[in-house]
């Protein structure tokens, strides 16, 4: 859906720190995308179309909305990142509106007054039962695309905020989890080693460096959150860049690195994951690693 490779980026000043509007944007026009094949093949697979009501827990800058939106789907999106909410909300423009954590809509209408097929996203602002619906009927696909089993205890938070989401769909409602494959399918996997080598000694009081997926992630949270699986799939998920500068860039922005930044400087971080995406740079300059990701089919019980 939209093309692999991005435009080059350059840091304005290595050792200064990125505001959070810039690292947003990196995620929305370097890293996200990256995804599309992730979301595309899920959405065929479950033939989301104009009958589909999507809920998607951190949705981040609304690529995964749009592809549905696209489709016909009327979809919400929730996410606690306030800057990749605002590019959400450049990003799907006319197709939706936007709320805050207490259900303040920004502009005109809701969900019971769009009838114009124009209007069918929404953004919220906060955690998964922000996104509760007055008067419309309750949602038939929850999504979660941010792939755990990447950083240790990065599925702590998913349980949680599926048990809030849970209640407002459908029984039967179709959930999504999505994960990283196995380290010998993803080239990506020594890259983000070197999250986990810089934060060593941080990790007793911050986790979260890397770690293989492992085979049963998915399914581990599935059974805390009581959702019954129903078929699985993998997905081929390259990650391309135009240069090492923008593949730094977009690297960052995921927050694998965050605690490798705290345990020693940006500029570390920076340098270090620069050589080790040197494997991986093409003769022309331009970085690729094959990935795979898994999904995880559910059904609500």
Known sequence: ???????????????????????????AEIQERVLAPLHEAVFDRLEVGAGTRMLSLGCGSGLALLAAASRGAHVTGVDTDRERLALARERLGPLGRSEDSVGR?????GWARDTEPARRARLVEGPPSAAATTGAP?????????????????????APALAEAVPLAVRGATVVLTGWGPP????TAPVLRVAARLSEPARPARPGGWRPALRDDL???????GLKPDGSGRVSC????ADVDSAVRGLLSTGLFDAAARATDRSRVEKEVAEALLPHRRPDGTVWMPNVFRYLVCVTT
């Open 138 to 158: 309750p949602y038939n696909l929850l999504t979660a695309f941010h792939p755990i089993g990447c950083a240790a205890g990065d599925s702590e938070g998913l």
């Open 238 to 241: 390259p990650f391309g860049y």
């Open 105 to 109: 809509a920004e502009d005109s209408g």
């Open 219 to 225: 399914e581990e949270v599935a059974a805390r959150a």
């Open 1 to 27: 859906m939209t093309p692999t490779l991005v435009r080059h980026h350059t840091y304005a000043a290595s050792s200064a720190p990125v505001d959070p509007g810039t690292r947003a944007r990196d995620w």
């Open 184 to 187: 010998e399918r993803c080239a």
